[in-house]
């Protein structure tokens, strides 16, 4: 029996398959435990559709992240923090700071995990900083430390 799977089956399928199966197993463990839908015209057609819509928002959501690092480009983030000699900070700027600054100075929305920091800023300078928007879409954003 052809199968669509609604949830990941360990050692069978992943959600969105169609796998085919024993009669039995379809019916006691799959269909019951509501894993599954039997493989008919209807079901595979939704499927489709489903798929198709599933496609067009991540399509759209691709674009939406593009426009987001153009945007990014556009603008920086200004950290005042005290400073020694050298330009070196009395401690650090780290990822939770500049995100609270873009929110404060550009009223933009960026999660302080998304910002890719291989180690907190620790001088006195221009920095961009990588932020990672998408899995196939990474943007910058300048971030400017001055000296109180």
Known sequence: MKVI???????????????EVNDGYARN???AKKLGLEAT???????K???????????????????????????QVTLKI?????????????????????????DLEIDKKKLVMPAPIKAV????????LHPKVTGELKVVVQEA
């Open 125 to 132: 300078g221009t920095t961009m900083v990588p932020i990672k």
């Open 49 to 75: 559709l489903k798929r198709a819509h599933e496609d067009k928002l991540a399509a759209q959501r691709l674009d939406e992240a593009k426009a987001f690092a153009e945007d990014l480009k556009k603008v």
């Open 5 to 19: 799977l609604l949830e990941d089956v360990k050692s069978l399928g992943k959600k969105g398959e169609l796998v």
């Open 29 to 31: 463990f799959i269909l």
């Open 82 to 106: 005290k400073a020694g000699e050298g330009g070196r900070l009395f401690g650090s700027i780290s990822s939770k700071e500049i995100a609270q600054a873009a929110k404060e100075q550009l």
């Open 41 to 47: 015209p209807k079901n595979m057609n939704d499927l």
